[in-house]
């Protein structure tokens, strides 16, 4: 157990404010891990005025210079991705593989995008007789969740410090460990003080004095609905620009034609990946009612196989949401093809990967976002039916289309109200703008369209 003090504060560790400890737990066991301070108000107010103080300097920094620093940055993240992957995986219970691949390879590959985008965005350009330059918003207060711990930090400081903006990050209080690595990534990548600047501690606390604080110009939020809406709240009622990256219910739309079992397959993958803590899972699976039986048991099939290698949910809290909707899932009346409400282990916030058959649209299960290894497979009759069920939800993150041809399958994704829509099993892909439509956030992440919004325009006429 070691227990951290201090907090990243204008270039160095500073003693928190209060005696205030948040106790980290590694899920797999259930043992505490560590213990981080829990930030005030007193904390977030220095922190966000050493990211006031810093970004005059910061934003008048060349393109170049801040270019080079993410580069640094990039090049120290490389070097301690074995210390990344193994504090996610001590903190957020995710499999060493993937820790290394995505949770450690991909706030590379982001902060490698943005060295790059520092370097060549045009910051300023002509139109008509207007010269129109591209500024930094001011200091941002980033608000992060767990489940991508340290993909979350970067897809928000990475195109903040590109822009010229400074940053104060209050990550979430179940995945501190990896933000603090991350801070000492900053210092040893020779970021000016007061660039970067972490304060950890409670949402309530120190995420809504973040939010709350004058001297924040644009919150950027990831997390929940329900929090973001509170968010929003404060930050339109102190005329402040926000970011909310929100919750997901996507589909994942598999058309008569479509190469069935590798649309099954990958999509069962998809929603298992990270024990299904991923906002843009394709958690509802829409067969056409000709293939349904044979999807769902191909489906059951998959997730039998994930059993063994399937890592705990981040949290006690998080398991017992995730059951409860298992348990809701079978009170309305649809049918367990794979996993349940059981804990596959003695130990650990494990939940068996789960795979429900014969949901209905309406059904809890189909409506709300459960954050845990559970798919819906649900039935449709022709396309409308499909594009229907697809769009009947608040959320719109993201969704995949599987049809015989890349025309067909393009043609279903243009009607569907989302974000984004991998077609017959597309890549990820760092520079593509990520974000919601409808209750799924305002704004987007990643790329060129994830600067942006670190940046507000000034025209001179001429
Ligand atoms: P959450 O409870 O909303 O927490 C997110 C962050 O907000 C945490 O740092 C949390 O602090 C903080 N927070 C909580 N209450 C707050 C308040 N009153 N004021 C200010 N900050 C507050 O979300 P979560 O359960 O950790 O994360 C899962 C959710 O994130 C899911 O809904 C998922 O879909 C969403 N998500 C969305 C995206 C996207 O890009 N659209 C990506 C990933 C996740 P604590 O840690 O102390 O609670
Ligand atoms: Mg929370």
Redesign the pocket.
């Given at each position: 157990m070691k227990a951290h003090d201090g907090m990243y504060i204008d270039g160095a560790w500073r003693p928190a404010a209060g005696p205030g400890v948040?106790e980290v737990v590694n899920p797999a066991d259930e043992q505490v891990i560590a213990t981080v301070p829990a930030g005030t108000v007193e904390d977030v107010d220095v922190a966000v005025r050493a990211a006031r103080a810093a970004l005059p300097g910061w934003a008048a920094t060349p393109p170049a210079e801040r270019a080079a620093r993410l580069a640094a940055l990039r090049d120290v993240l490389v070097a301690r991705q074995d210390e990344i992957a193994e504090t996610v995986t001590a903190e957020l219970g995710s499999p060493p593989k993937l820790s290394q691949t995505v949770h450690a390879g991909v706030p590379i590959a982001v902060t490698g995008s943005y060295a790059e985008l520092a370097a060549t965005y045009a910051f300023e350009e002509r139109t008509g007789n207007s010269t129109v330059l591209h500024e930094p918003v001011g200091v941002v207060g980033a608000?992060?969740?767990?489940?991508?711990p340290l993909h979350?930090i970067v897809?928000k400081t990475a195109p903040a410090l590109a822009a010229g903006c400074t940053v104060v990050v209050?990550?979430?209080?179940?995945?501190p460990l990896v933000a603090r690595l991350f801070a000492e990534a900053v210092h040893e990548a020779g970021i000016p003080a007061g660039v970067f600047n972490l304060v950890t501690?409670?949402?309530?606390?120190?995420?809504?004095?973040?939010?709350e604080h004058p001297g924040v110009d644009l919150v950027s939020?990831?997390?929940?609905?329900?929090?973001?809406r509170?968010?929003g709240a404060?930050a339109s009622g102190m005329v402040k620009k926000v970011a909310?990256?929100?919750?997901?219910k996507s589909a994942n739309v598999i058309l008569p034609g479509a190469d069935l079992a590798r649309a099954v397959n990958v999509g069962v993958a998809n929603v298992m990946s990270n024990s299904g803590?991923?906002?843009?899972a394709w958690t509802r699976m829409l067969v056409h009612h000709d293939q349904y039986d044979e999807a769902v048991e191909l489906a059951a099939a998959a997730a039998a196989k994930y059993g063994d290698r399937i890592g705990p949910l981040?949290s006690a809290t998080?398991r017992d949401r995730v059951r409860g909707y298992i348990a809701k899932g079978v009170a309305e009346g649809a049918r367990l093809a794979a996993g349940g409400p059981d804990s596959p282990h003695e130990r650990g916030y494990y939940v068996s990967p789960t795979v429900f058959a014969d949901v209905t649209p309406g059904m809890t299960i189909a409506q709300e976002?459960i954050?845990g290894p559970v798919l819906s497979v649900l039935r449709y009759t022709d396309e409308e039916d499909a594009l229907r069920i697809a769009n009947g939800t608040v959320y719109g993150?993201a969704g995949a289309v599987w049809a015989a041809d890349e025309t067909e399958a393009v043609a279903f994704a243009r009607r569907m109200e989302t974000g984004q829509v991998d077609i017959n099993g597309g890549r990820f892909n760092p520079l593509a703008p990520?974000?919601?439509y409808k209750q799924?956030?305002v704004g987007r992440?990643l790329g060129a369209h994830g600067l942006a919004e670190y940046l507000q325009t000034k025209s001179f006429q001429f």
């Open positions: 948040i608000i992060t969740p767990w489940n991508y979350q897809a209050k990550p979430a209080e179940d995945t501690g409670l949402g309530p606390v120190a995420g809504q004095a973040l939010a939020f990831t997390g929940s609905t329900a929090v973001g509170r968010i404060i909310l990256e929100l919750g997901g803590q991923t906002c843009s981040v998080q976002e954050f993150l990520f974000g919601g799924s956030g992440e």
